[in-house]
Structures are given as C-alpha cells and as structure tokens.
C-alpha cells in the first residue's frame, strides 16, 4: 500500500490505525477524511510519527465527490473504512444518525470506488476496500454456545448492529456485483489508547479515578470478548496486505470476561497504583444500574480462520493490556480532560445516565 484513505481516523480505533500505518509501512502516504463529530478528536492526532505523511481532510464520507476528488488526486490504493457511529447506547436513543452514516456513508464510499477505480480505471496498482465492522452483527450468544465464526448468520439486535450489518451487506454486494475487491473484518470490543470516555473501558477509568459511581447495567453478567486497539490495528493490515478479495476475516481477543470481572479487575489496578486515596477501595464505587434495551448478553468470536491463514494473533491479553490502558490514561491526564469538557460529552452523560441512581454492588 502506498496511498491509504482511512475514513474516521480521528476517532478511537482509526487514529490509532493511522499511527500504526504511518510506523509500519515507511513509505506510505496516509489520507484521513473524517467528519469530527462528537467523537473525532485532533488531540487523537497528536504526536503522528513523521506527519508529513499524514494528509487530514474534514469532510464527510456521504460526500462522494469529494471521496472520488481524493481518491483520484492522491492516487489510493487502499480505503480502509472505520466512519460510524460506534455506540450502541446512542443508537437506541437517536438512531436516524446511525442509518445515515453507517448505511448511506459506506454506501456514498462504494460507488466512489466504484466509480474512480472500476470505471474511470484510474489505478493501475492493485486495489482494496477494506470494511472495519464488528461482531454485534452476529446478535447474542447463550451460555454454552459455540463462538461465532465467519459462517454464523447475522442476527443483529440493536439499531447500531443492524446498521453495521446493513453495511456489510453492501459491502459483499459490491464486491459480487461490480467485481470492486473488498475485504471485510468483523472485530469483538477494542480498548486502549484514545477511547472516547463513553465505553465501558475508559468510562470506568475516568469515573473510578474521581471517586465517581461506576455503573453496571443489570446485573453486570454479560460477558464480551476484549481485544487490545493496537491488535486489531495489525489485523487489519495483514488482511489489506495477504486477505482474500471477497472473503470477512473474525477478528477478537479469545477472553471473555463477565463486564463485573473487567470492572473490578480495573478498580484493583487502580488502588494497587494509588493505595492511600480516599476512594480506595474503588470497588465499593460500584452499582448496579438499568439494564440496556435488548441488551447482547455474550458474544466470543473463533479467530481460527485469521490464525490458520494470516498468522495472526493478539499480542496483549486482557491483564497486560488493561494494566497497559490504565497507565496510558493516566499519562495523558490532559487529553481526557480535553474530552470530558466537551459541552456534548456532558449533555450525552445527563441523557444516558440522568434517571441512574443504582444501588450498590
Ligand atoms: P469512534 O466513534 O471512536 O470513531 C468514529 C469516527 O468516525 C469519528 O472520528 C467520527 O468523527 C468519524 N465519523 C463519523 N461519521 C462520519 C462521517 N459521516 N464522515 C466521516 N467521518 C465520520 O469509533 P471506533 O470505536 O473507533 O470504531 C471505528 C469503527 O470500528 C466503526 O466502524 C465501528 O463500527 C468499528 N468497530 C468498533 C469496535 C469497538 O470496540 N470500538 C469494535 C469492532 C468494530
Ligand atoms: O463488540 C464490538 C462492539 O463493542 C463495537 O462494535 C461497538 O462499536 C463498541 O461500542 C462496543 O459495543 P459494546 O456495547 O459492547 O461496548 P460498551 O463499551 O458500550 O459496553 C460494553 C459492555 O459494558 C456492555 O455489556 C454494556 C456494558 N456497560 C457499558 C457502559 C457504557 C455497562 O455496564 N455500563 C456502562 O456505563
């Protein structure tokens, strides 16, 4: 790859992406178009190793002429495309943004491609449109069910899964179709740097750091498959750079903690690092709270297909990489207060949160 178009790249996964893009491949140009809603951050973009390579445009993916003025001015070989709306819990109090960007924005993106690459011919090289979609499109696991696997038929249960799964869907259909060579990667529950403060992961970091109430939805027993960012990063580049044209690749982190296991096992982290704070022990922070709306219980992905044909396998597990995030987190004090100001980021905790008193757990 020599001119790669991410799209959302100022986002969580996609700036981190980014990032590993421009220390991976040394010769590569990096083109970033994204919209900066409430969740594109500049503060994500900071510290890009040799920036020169990295070319950020603002604009929005339902813009296809300026997706096609892009593609052709910078010569891409490559779209890997992370724009969405990503939160679940937002999807169920305003979905239309979901159906617009997800659905319409990754439609929009297509028939760019389609058209600057299939029929203008404008790159000679070989080409890749790669989809960054999760495993929510798989809908819920029962205790004893097999992990989902790239054959598991889609049965998405929220707004956001069904607008991801809708996407998925166009995206196999153009490849079909008009031939475009897609790939396509369905990822279980990243965490890490850069993580917008709306996700279990940092939402208890920041929350348990300020002696604030962690809260648990229902009863705290659903369980998700976490996967270090920087993993999920690396997968995606051995499927741009060894994928099937036509083929989805699982991608996950092969452990599936309860979430009361991942929250306590972050508020022991913390009260090893402070002992002495009055908020110690952070476990007494948390509570049980109102369940989510059609709430996914369990998800567990099969990664043995990426494993067997790509080689690839996560590097971090889920003690390294949470010790790993909490230390990052505490590092960049200044990036979290940047986002917690946020006028948004303050009306959408009054909204999700306001009638969540909970009691203790
Ligand atoms: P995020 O919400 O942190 O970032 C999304 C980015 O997309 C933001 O920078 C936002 O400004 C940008 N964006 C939104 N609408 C846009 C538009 N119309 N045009 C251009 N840019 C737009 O999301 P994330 O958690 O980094 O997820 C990235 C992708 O990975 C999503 O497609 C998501 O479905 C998928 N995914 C996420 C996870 C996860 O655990 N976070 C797991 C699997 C798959
Ligand atoms: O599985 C992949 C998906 O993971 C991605 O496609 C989504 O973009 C990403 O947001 C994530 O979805 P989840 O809904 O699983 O992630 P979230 O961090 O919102 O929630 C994780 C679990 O924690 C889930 O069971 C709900 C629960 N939860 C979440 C929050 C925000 C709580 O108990 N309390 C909370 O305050």
Known sequence: MK?????????????????????????????????????????????????DRHIFVEGDILDQNLVEKLLRENNIDAIVHFAAESHVDRSILGPAQFIQTNIMGTFSLLEAARKVWLEEGSQTAPVRFHH?????????????????????????????????????HLVRAYYHTYGLPVTISNCSNNYGPYQFPEKLIPLIIMNALQGRPLPIYGDGKQIRDWLYVEDHCEAIYEILEKGETGETYNIGGNNQP????????????????????????????????????????????????????????PKENLESGLRKTVNWYLSHMGWLESIVQDEAFEKWIRANYSDQKGREA
């Open 3 to 51: 001119s790669i178009l991410v799209t959302g790249g100022a986002g969580f996964i996609g700036s981190n992406f980014v990032r590993y893009a421009l220390e991976r491949e040394p010769d590569c140009v990096v083109v970033n178009l994204d919209a900066m809603t409430y969740a594109g951050h500049p503060e994500n973009l900071v510290d890009l190793p040799d920036s």
């Open 258 to 313: 309860t979430n009361l296991e991942i929250v306590t096992q972050i508020c022991t982290i913390l009260d090893e690092i402070f002992p002495d704070s009055p908020y110690t022990p952070r476990k007494d922070l948390m509570r049980f709270v109102k369940d989510r709306p059609g709430h996914d219980r369990r998800y567990a992905m099969d990664i043995s297909r990426i494993q067997r044909e790509l080689s690839w396998e």
């Open 132 to 168: 960054v979609s999760t495993d929510e499109v798989f809908g819920t696991l029962g205790p004893e069910d097999p992990a989902f696997n790239e054959n598991t038929r889609y049965a998405p249960n929220s707004p956001y899964s069904a607008s991801k799964a809708s996407s998925d």
